[in-house]
């Protein structure tokens, strides 16, 4: 399907969304997050697996989007084509819930970068009274940007990401030049308190999974390229130069602060470790750059969001009610977008009532996004075989492999809370099916899918809301 737009989107748009939807909060955390659970040895062993599984994951979009050239859908399509109309509709819905959580974490952290000037102090954490109203109002006028009109909010997504590279490249040239090698080494393989290296490692992985969420979205917007291989390219240097920013983050930190006392620092940790180079000045720079960030992230993902609902909503295949596959005059999913928009308040909202912070929000955020990613990978690991190709198979292999390890790392807890919110998916799926005048499901694999989805739905609730821990 062609979507009409003003003008197609060519390589640089592409791969600043790529950017400017990984490089978003959690960057500025990340010397914390990953300190916390890990010494430096750990540490870099978990980068070293992620940028492999990564890479991995990269080759198996930018091959999906050359392969399947015709399919506009990006990821949904992909697995849809794969494995049928259920198994695909999982992979959206559960792409587009992780999507609008991201927009919520965005905003509780946005509010808490604001907090740490003494002038707003009254925003705490994120998640206090004045944080929840400044937040729905900031939420709703970026609503408003995007749909005035996807083209409109491309370019200003690619200049706030242009602007938010600079405080981090500013704070990775200081710490390079003041790195120490002695404070590197300390601790290096970490203390006995935060268990084996395998622990440890495990520790950092859902963190370094969550920065990298947004590696697929230039084939979420495959229909409005101006080709296949802008796709391809962009997806590929989006990981390149994010990977680089990453690594120097949150590496290169622990030269300038011993392992034990950053894992104890407040975030935006990269305000505080800049801070110990050159002063106060430094943090205010970093806590300005993660606004800029921040503010760009949810841009990128409120549009990623509401374009995976349009896109499964769309066309005669649609696996969602049909009217969240319509276009406004601007060429914007304005019905998939006032959901989306519409539950992110709910969720910050919530947030409140519950304090639920930055942290709890990505991980279940993250674990949502683990499945559409395995069912990626498994689709090419099912190409490959029939093919007979081995480069192919290694590479679908390697996805698959490194998708099971991510849900492993990420934990039972949170794999359970996401099969609540799979299941709720169900009611949509089945609507939509209505509407088109099918069965409920056309595979028994569907079935067993569904049944599984709400055997493990069933089991979360009873875990964490009926019987007592």
């Known amino acids: 399907m062609n979507i009409p737009m003003r ?9 600043l969304l790529v950017m400017g939807s990984i490089v978003g ?20 062993i978990a980068w070293i697996i992620t940028l492999f599984g990564m890479l991995m994951l990269t080759r198996i979009f930018q091959y999906l989007s050359i392969r399947f050239y015709k399919i506009n859908d990006g990821l949904y399509g992909y697995v849809r084509a794969g494995f049928g109309d259920y198994i695909g509709f999982n992979a959206a819905w559960g792409y587009w819930i992780s999507a609008w959580m991201s927009c919520a974490s965005y905003l509780v952290i946005l509010f808490s970068a604001l907090g740490s000037f003494d002038c707003l102090s ?45 405080p981090i490249g500013l704070f990775i040239v200081c710490i390079i030049l003041a790195f120490k090698v002695s404070t590197f080494k300390t601790d290096f393989w970490g203390t006995p308190q935060l268990g ?19 590696i697929e979205s230039a084939t979420v917007y495959a229909a409005r390229a101006k080709n296949i291989l802008s796709i391809s390219r962009a997806t590929f240097f989006g990981f390149a130069i994010s990977s680089l920013l990453l690594i120097c983050v949150s590496v290169l930190s622990l030269g300038i602060v011993p392992q034990q006392e950053l894992a104890a620092m407040k975030n935006p940790s990269m305000a505080l470790v800049i801070e110990h180079v050159v002063g106060r000045w430094g943090a205010i720079l970093i806590n ?14 409120l549009m990623l969001a509401a374009e995976m609902l349009f896109l499964s909503g769309q066309g005669k295949q649609h696996t969602v009610p049909r009217c969240f596959g319509k276009l406004n005059k601007a060429s914007t999913p304005a019905n998939a977008l006032w959901l989306t928009s519409g539950l992110i308040s709910v969720l910050i909202i919530l947030a409140h009532f519950y304090q639920s912070g930055y ?9 949502m996004v683990l499945i ?20 192919l198979i290694m590479i679908g292999a390697c996805g698959s492999i490194y998708g099971l ?9 949170y794999l359970l809370l996401s099969m609540i919110l799979y299941s709720v998916g169900l009611i949509f799926y089945l609507y939509a099916r209505k509407q088109r005048s099918l069965s409920a499901f056309s595979y028994l694999h569907d079935k067993i899918y569904a049944v599984i989805i709400i055997g493990l739905a069933i089991m979360a609730v009873l875990y964490f809301y009926v019987i007592p821990q």
């Open 25 to 44: 909060s959690g960057i500025f955390s990340l010397p914390q997050n990953m300190a916390e659970g890990s010494g430096a040895g750990a540490i870099i």
């Open 196 to 214: 084996s290296i395998i622990d440890q490692v495990k520790h950092t992985m859902l963190y370094t999974v969550w920065v990298y969420l947004g």
């Open 288 to 301: 300005i750059g993660l606004i800029v960030s921040v503010s760009g992230g949810l841009l990128s993902w």
């Open 7 to 15: 003008k197609k989107l060519g390589i640089l748009p592409l791969t």
């Open 359 to 367: 942290n709890t929000l990505i991980q279940l955020s993250t674990s």
């Open 405 to 413: 390890w991510l849900i492993y790392a990420g934990g039972m807890s």
């Open 122 to 166: 009254f925003f705490g954490d994120g998640t206090t009274f004045e944080s929840v109203i400044g937040g729905l109002i900031f939420l709703w006028l970026v609503h408003f940007v995007v749909i005035k009109g996807i083209y409109r909010a491309f370019l200003l997504n690619c200049l706030v990401t242009l602007a938010k590279i600079v």
């Open 372 to 391: 559409p990613y395995l069912l990626s990978a498994l689709f090419v690991l099912k190409l490959a075989i029939q093919r007979g190709k081995a480069y």
